[in-house]
């Protein structure tokens, strides 16, 4: 494993250069890109999100949480598609005017989308698209990119991947591989703790919910081989300490890749800065490294910003 962590490693360390060397205009052309890209879709194409907003986030409003999948299908709008227990734990919100809950729920998910961009704030305009549209339906992937944020060091945030997308799960990758076995106990644990509170509470939604997953159209979106690649950037990411190889991993492997799903790649603007590869710390893949400039990445495009 410490061969394959050097080997990594110093990979990544030549890509950086490269990458570096060409920063600016390499961020200039895909803040244009990603601000074209924008204006096709809502001038040409003539999508306009603005005119069904909230359209995801009703689905975690009024959810009935004896039958949650009754009418539910991927794609239909405002269906219910995770989890009982994320039904469950979202259920206090249902108390509240829908005015009300969408106001303070697309207020949460815009202030994460700040924290998100801080270091970066021209990353905004590289995902115009899909932050824009994120915005205006609700949909909880700038949560899943907060939660890959934190939960590389506090995994007791991640099963809310698992819980409602499941495939971003595979974050706890991260941990097994770099034998971080309290983390990885903390994150399996925790989602073992809340799956089986909810099934005690109601044990039929969970068997409605495996049935609805099994006829999910997503199986023929070419999902295994997806998954697949997604567990080896992991891997790839543990070993060589690159933690932003595991929002590219979860974003390529989410049962469907919407438009807006691009915005769990802000998480790379939080994660950019390398740890100490598996080579560095031995047996244990705990700490940071204090030389992590050095290693090459993603926060090469920041030099000549």
């Known amino acids: 494993m410490a061969q394959w962590g050097s080997a990594l490693d110093g990979m990544f360390g030549r890509a950086g250069q490269v990458v570096q060397r060409f920063a600016r205009p390499l961020r200039d052309g895909l803040i244009l890109v990603g601000v074209l890209r924008a204006v096709w879709y ?4 003539g999508i306009w999100p603005w005119t069904f907003i909230g359209i995801d986030a009703r689905a975690y409003w009024g959810v009935n949480l004896a039958h949650p999948y009754a009418a539910s299908g991927v794609g239909d709008a405002s269906t219910y598609l995770y989890s009982p227990a994320f039904a469950q734990i979202t259920a206090p919100l249902s108390l509240l005017p829908y005015p009300v809950f969408l106001a303070l729920w697309t207020a949460v998910l815009a202030a994460v989308f700040v924290w998100l961009v801080r270091p970066w704030p021209w990353a905004a305009l590289i995902l115009a698209l899909p932050v824009s549209y994120e915005l205006f339906v609700g949909n ?6 907060a939660a890959l944020v934190v939960g590389l060091d506090w ?16 974050a706890m990758g991260w941990h097994l591989v770099r034998r971080d076995w309290h983390r990885l106990a903390v994150g399996l644990g925790f989602t073992a703790l809340l799956s089986v509170a909810s099934y005690l509470v109601a044990p039929s939604a969970w068997s409605d919910w495996f049935a ?6 997503g199986r023929s979106e070419l999902l295994a081989p997806r998954v697949a690649i997604g ?3 992991v891997v790839i990411g543990a070993l060589s300490g690159r933690r932003w190889l595991v929002p590219v991993a979860v974003w390529l492997s989410l ?16 994660l950019r800065t390398p740890v100490a590869p598996v080579m560095i710390l031995g047996v244990s893949g705990n700490g940071r490294s204090r030389g992590a400039a050095a ?4 926060q090469d495009l920041a030099g000549n910003a």
């Open 295 to 298: 290693l090459g990445g993603p």
């Open 212 to 217: 609805f997953l099994a006829a999910s159209p």
């Open 140 to 145: 909880i992937h700038f949560l899943l990119a």
């Open 231 to 233: 567990c080896a950037l």
């Open 42 to 45: 809502y001038v040409v194409q």
């Open 255 to 270: 049962p469907v890749v919407w438009v807006n799903s691009w915005v769990i790649l802000l998480a790379v603007v939080r």
């Open 155 to 170: 995994p007791i945030v991640l099963p809310l991947g698992v819980l409602t997308k499941i495939t971003p799960g595979m």
